[in-house]
DNA sequence: CGCTATTTTAAACATGTGTTTAAACTAGCT
DNA sequence: AGCTAGTTTAAACACATGTTTAAAATAGCG
């Protein structure tokens, strides 16, 4: 395998466990068993290796993903949102055969773009790969119309904090549900538990009273 | 004012805004205007401190939680599950009155402690403050005795990260729809459009089909 | 005041960080 | 073989980190 691969693997484990600032290049270097200069050669720096880390999934996911919601959009039946989210459990379950543990890694990265760094990450991923962002939006809408724009743009982004927050925790989370519920549990069992979660709750009634002032 | 309420509120911001192991102590001691050694004279050490900053929002908000849960479960009429989320509201907010922008800092805390430093902070706050979360699910019970103990326990999680990612890329969301939207918006109503969702997401029909094998 | 205990201060410490350097090594090719 | 371009290596660099030290300053009190 090359080094380039090799630091590539080794920082995607590392980064999605201690996050990216708590992940440092000679942990990176000693795990993939490669020069600590190596980072800096082939990739040119820390920041450029966690975009790295971050394209190798985006760009297997992004077409994938484009494709399974474009495929919603122009259906002959309207979908609901459950048929939206599941659109999204295929491509992310692929991840695994194109790495080992891929689902879980990546939703932890991308959970640890949010938070670390200050979210030099997010911006990243919507600029580098915004048709992602458009075509979901576009089927939630066919979905759901008469969610407006402001209200969808709030739901979503509370869905993205769901799955990413317990993605991102999900390993300590499925040791804690094995031991007191001893139900064997994996990665897509936890994916398929959250997807009544969040449909239900970007198709949850639209409150009419907002900005008000709360009575103390 | 005191040098350690300095400290404290100094390192309170800084944590929330660039997390724990982004925020070094000569960031916190001079925007504090004290000196470095401080920190470790008056609180042993920087983790002793995260726990200190913690704490004053804990003890603060651990309290009018447990009695707001205990009403709802001793009241007459059988709550719903947005009273039951609803709760959270008035102590949340009465963070305010308590220091400047106590919601907005201590939800964005709660967020930093789950992913920073690989969970130390989550088992802190269940080992130190266990009261709070018994009567969460007790409550949760009453308004919905047909989900099951597990389903709950994943659905609060769910729920957990909801809510605290949500907050802790809050100023990032607020900033962003006040631009797409131009509706004044701030943080009660993030809350006030949050409460909706998860209600929903926890109050969903439950699904029958579990660990089943995903077709590729 | 004078003494003591607490607090503040500047400096140093030891370690860890990302990055760079220049020499050594390794193919690949004529 | 000899040359070249690509890669690896050990060492050093410059700087940032949490923590400790010992002297100086400040209260608090009889």
Redesign the pocket.
Known sequence: M???NKILDAADVLFADKGFNG?????ITSQAN?????????F????ELIKAVMSRYMDELSPQLESALSLICHAETKPNLHEVFSAFIEPLLNLNEFKENGTSTFLQLLGRGYTDSQGFLRWFLTTQYPNVFTNFTKAVKIAYPELSTEEMFWRLHFTMGTIVFTMSSSEALIDIAQNDFDNKLDIAGVIERVIPYVAAGVAAPISKIHNQVMSS
């Open positions: 090359s080094t380039k992940t440092s290049l000679r942990e490669v020069n600590l200069a190596a980072v800096n050669y082939h040119g720096s820390k920041k």
